[in-house]
Structures are given as C-alpha cells and as structure tokens.
C-alpha cells in the first residue's frame, strides 16, 4: 500500500468521523471498482470526464477533476495483490474545501464515478461489462 498525500483528506475527517456520507460513499465505490479494474488507458479515462491523471502518492492511478472552483476531487484506484484487495476511495482537496458541505461532495463523487463506469461502456465488449455498468 501506498503512503496518503498530506494535501488531501478523506470525507470522513471531513465529516470529523460522524457523518453518514462517508460510509454510503465507501458502499458505493465498492459496487463499482470491479468496473474500474477493466481501465488500461487511466488518461483516456481521465479525459472522458474531464479530469487529468496522475500515478503517484496514493495508488495505482488517481484521477484528479476540479468538482466546485477551489475545490477539487481525487478518485483512487489501487489493483489487488497477494495481501489486500482493489480499492476505490475519493479524497479532497483546495482552498475552498471547508465551504462545501459534505453532502455536496459525496453526490458530485458519486456521479463522476458514475460518469467514469459509463465510460467502461465503450471500451468493453457488452457480454464481458459488469452488472454495475448497466445500473448507471
């Protein structure tokens, strides 16, 4: 597993441990990664939703997307190995971070995730795309 940046944060420590959005996000993420394992191009990926790709500090891939001015959404993926499964997580970060409530974020999250799934639509064949990427 990789270090976590210091300049961003999870919604739980947004959320200071107590909110709800945090853990529906987390349920949510899992439904969809196995659609995300199928990726190989992350800057196509990025492009589709128009964000922009980067590889290092936190996994295997993250897609970086400004969500509000000042305000900006960090997806993460990291591949199973022979100790811990896939992940999915969504972290945050800008100046204007604290004036967005986290409700907001979790739903805008959510649908870029969602936007990045309906991309797996057009790079896999309709008989080998997950469950998931017929939901959304």
Do not use: Q
């Not at 659609?35 to 196509?44: M, P, Q, R, T």
């Not at 997580?89 to 999250?109: M, Q, T, W």
């Amino acid at each position: 597993m990789h270090m976590i940046r210091k300049d961003i944060i999870s919604l739980a420590v947004i959320e200071k441990g107590t909110g709800p959005h945090a853990p529906l996000m987390k349920r949510e993420l899992e439904k969809r990664k196995e659609a995300l394992e199928l990726v190989d191009d992350i800057s196509s990926l990025a492009e589709y939703i128009g964000g922009k790709s980067e590889s290092s500090g936190l996994g295997d891939w993250i897609i970086e997307k400004e969500a509000f001015p000042g305000v900006v959404i960090h997806i993460v993926y990291e591949h199973a190995d022979e100790e811990f499964p896939s992940t999915l997580k969504d972290f945050y970060s800008g100046e204007r971070l604290g004036i967005v409530p986290a409700e907001d974020l979790s739903h805008i999250s959510l649908a870029i995730v969602n936007h990045m799934v309906r991309y797996i639509r057009t790079i896999v064949p309709d008989d080998k795309l997950p469950d998931i990427c017929r939901r959304v």
